[in-house]
């Protein structure tokens, strides 16, 4: 399994829902993770 699994799907789901000119719904958290934020 490749190290950059979650970050490909994180991607896929930024794409389906964030609304262009926005601020993307997920933010990563250096060190943590990532946050859905409204």
Do not use: H
């Amino acid at each position: 399994v490749e190290t950059n699994v979650i970050d490909v799907y994180i991607r896929y789901l930024r794409n389906k829902i964030d609304v262009p000119g926005r601020e993307s719904y997920i933010q990563t958290v250096r060190g943590t993770g990532y946050v859905m934020r409204r």
